[in-house]
């Protein structure tokens, strides 16, 4: 019974010490914000992929790069790690891409690019590269807060110029 034990427990400790867990811990509950703050803009706006999803991908990509790291992979291993998450998040950006037959134009690429930029920030995350993460996060609330309003008044002159009423600052 004792070795039963024993081998539930050595198969259940994943980190060799309390210090390993804490940054387990810490990278995983940031990819979780950074995400959501991404993730929050689209569910304002009604956009399909929103706050969950957002957190998921981060976390995700995050967790994907972080477990071969623990175990020691080499940088070639690591890179060919990266550009699998990167193809499978290309899949599920792909999903939120509508091309309209019967009305101009495509919609979903702003959501696309913003679940593929927080795969890539939760790969920032799940390198140890905290800072670049939470500043490339930053400077996304910036495109995607801020920016809209120049570029809807630019869109607006554009149409009105052109007679057209249609609105996609959003595509």
């Known amino acids: 019974m004792e070795v039963i034990i024993n081998t539930i427990i050595s198969e259940f400790s994943d980190f060799n010490d309390l210090s390993e867990f804490i940054i387990v811990v810490i990278r995983l509950l940031l990819a979780a914000v950074l995400g959501g703050l991404l993730g929050l803009e689209r569910e304002q ?3 399909a992929a929103g706050i969950r999803t957002h957190m998921l991908v981060c976390m ?9 790291q623990q175990t020691g992979i080499s940088d070639a291993e ?7 998450v990167i193809a499978g998040i290309g899949f599920l950006c792909a999903g939120t891409i509508i091309t ?3 009305e101009k134009g495509t ?6 690019a913003g679940v593929w930029l927080t795969a890539a920030i939760g790969i920032a995350v799940g390198l140890g590269r905290e800072q670049t993460a939470v500043l490339c996060t930053l400077l996304a609330w910036v495109v995607l807060y801020v920016v809209p309003f120049f570029s809807g008044s630019i869109s607006n002159k554009k149409s009105s110029s052109l007679g057209d009423d249609e609105d996609n600052t959003d595509i």
């Not at 995700?60 to 071969?68: K, Q, S, V």
């Open 78 to 84: 690591m890179s060919r790690v990266i550009q699998g």
């Open 107 to 112: 919609s979903g690429l702003t959501t696309a």
């Open 100 to 102: 309209r037959k019967d």
């Open 45 to 47: 706006r009604g956009k």
């Open 60 to 68: 995700g990509a995050a967790l994907f790069i972080f477990i071969p």
